[in-house]
């Protein structure tokens, strides 16, 4: 039996997961914590890497791995290969003066971006991370000599390459960088220097099925990937299929064919792990809605769940708009979340309990929306991440959402994803290994139509009377 290596090295932990090759089934698995924050030391993920793989029982018996990471976060390496400052992460925020300085400065603007690198820049891309980093520590830009993300790093250190050119990526780990085109398959020089104002080194975009080198131990190294890219892959997503994952944020992302350019900046154009396309629209306020309502109305998440089942649909009226954390879909950053519709007969805990379910949802709705707008084909969803455990979200989803729902038994998608990838690497190309029954035994939920049209419009309307309210 040959065994292969997953890693999901994620914002939060490292996970790893050591898989049947053949038919994936779980053999061990091991994980360790990351520092806090949205600036980190590399060294800190390859500590976290060794101590989860040894909680993993080893590395030495797996015959492949592959390393699935956060997406964009910018790890900058000097001429001998030396990390040369703190990796900034996908959500740190302080570039975001310079992406809207960057989208002015392309002649064309947001639609010049989405057509040349499939996403209109925002401050977790690594390409205004570079910009921020040549403005404000200049003496550390100078010594750049190579830019490279989480996954490229891990990958790079496992294989124990010391030069820059042994540097590997992916197309969807390269796709979330904002120099690189998904759509004519190329770095795009001009975007990089136009963000740090000279040339630097890059990874190599490897196939999806190919190999990044070897570990000291003789595992084959697969490409690797990001972090939503390896859940799809995990998930056996395909055309049509949704991934809708639900944490501190919403995730939506989609398998697609073709490419996509919304100027709009609602959805970034990614690829995904396999030669296709995974465009992915994002909301600010998932979990922790249930989170703050439950802790309003002082209950654990099952009896919050326990009472927006009890509510009907719509919630006698009542209508959330969770915007707790501003918005990214839409685009409204300085908006405040909002109650409408608050009666006497309708301002009760249940009542409550349902808007807060159903606003998460619509949240998440629009998002789809977006990607619709973008011409992306759309059949049925994979509900995933934390706020998926609740009953309450399971049951009412299909019916917002309008789709039928799959939701997969709980795992480790991402390093699953990762796995597969190791086993496509260690096949030699041939065709993508099938593990069937990694999400077979989830449960599909049907969707009740009846009841999407008059919600979805409650919260429509709701949502556009948030438009003029802004943080003071």
């Known amino acids: 039996m040959a065994l292969v290596a997953g890693v999901d090295s994620s914002t939060q932990s490292c996970k790893v997961e050591i898989r049947d090759a053949d038919t994936g089934a779980l053999v061990r698995h091991g994980r360790a914590p990351h520092p806090d924050g949205t600036e980190i030391a590399p060294a800190a993920w390859e500590a976290a890497l060794a101590t989860a793989a040894a909680a993993a029982g080893g590395l030495d018996d797996v015959a492949a791995v592959s390393v699935a990471a956060q997406q964009h976060g910018m790890v900058c390496l000097d001429a001998d290969g030396e990390v040369v400052r703190d990796a900034l992460l996908w959500n740190d925020l302080r570039s975001a003066p310079a992406a809207r300085d960057l989208i002015a400065e392309l002649p064309g603007g947001a639609a010049a971006w989405a057509e040349a690198s499939g996403s209109v820049p925002v401050a977790s891309f690594t390409v205004t991370k570079l910009r921020w ?3 404000h520590e200049p003496g550390s830009a100078a010594r750049v000599a190579a830019v490279c993300l989480p996954h490229d790093w891990l990958t790079w250190r496992l294989g124990g390459a010391s030069a820059l050119d042994a540097l590997a990526t992916d197309r969807g780990d390269a796709s979330g960088t904002g120099y690189w085109s998904p759509i004519g398959n190329e770095y795009r020089p001009d975007l990089l220097e136009l963000a740090f104002g000279r ?4 990874p190599a975009v490897l196939g999806p099925s190919a190999s990044a080198g070897r570990t000291d131990a003789g595992a084959l190294l697969g490409c690797g990937t990001g972090d939503n890219a390896g859940a799809a892959l995990g998930l056996h997503a395909g055309p049509g299929d949704l991934i809708v994952s639900i944490g501190t944020s919403g995730v939506i992302s989609a398998v697609s064919v073709t490419p ?3 100027a709009s900046g609602l959805v970034t154009g990614f690829a995904d792990a396999t030669g296709s396309y995974l465009p992915l629209a994002c909301t600010l306020n998932a979990a922790r809605v249930l989170d703050v309502t439950a802790g309003l109305l002082g209950v654990d998440h099952d009896e919050l769940s326990r009472l927006a089942l009890s509510a009907d649909p719509g919630a006698g009226g009542l209508v959330f708009v969770p915007y707790l954390e501003g918005e990214r879909t839409p685009n409204l950053p300085d908006a405040t979340g909002a109650l409408h519709g608050a009666e006497l007969a309708n301002m009760t805990p249940a009542n409550l309990a349902r808007a807060a379910v159903e606003g998460l949802l619509c949240g998440l709705a629009d998002g789809i929306d977006a990607l619709r707008a973008c011409g992306v084909a759309i059949e049925r969803a994979f509900l995933v991440g ?3 455990r609740s009953a309450a979200v399971r049951r009412i989803a299909p019916s917002i959402l309008g789709l039928a729902v799959l939701v997969p038994p709980d795992g480790e998608y991402v390093a699953i994803g990762a796995a597969r990838q190791a086993a496509w690497a260690l096949s030699g190309g041939a065709e993508l290994p099938t593990w069937p029954q990694i ?7 049907r969707h009740e139509a009846d009841i999407l049209p008059a919600v ?17």
Not at 439 to 445: D, L, M, R, S
């Open 439 to 445: 999400v077979t035994e989830g449960t599909t939920i």
């Open 260 to 262: 996509t350019a919304d």
């Open 456 to 472: 979805r419009e409650r919260y429509s309307d709701a949502r556009q009377l948030t438009l003029s309210r802004r943080r003071s």
């Open 199 to 202: 040339p630097i080194g890059v």
């Open 386 to 388: 934390g706020g998926a």
């Open 133 to 135: 980093l040549a403005e």
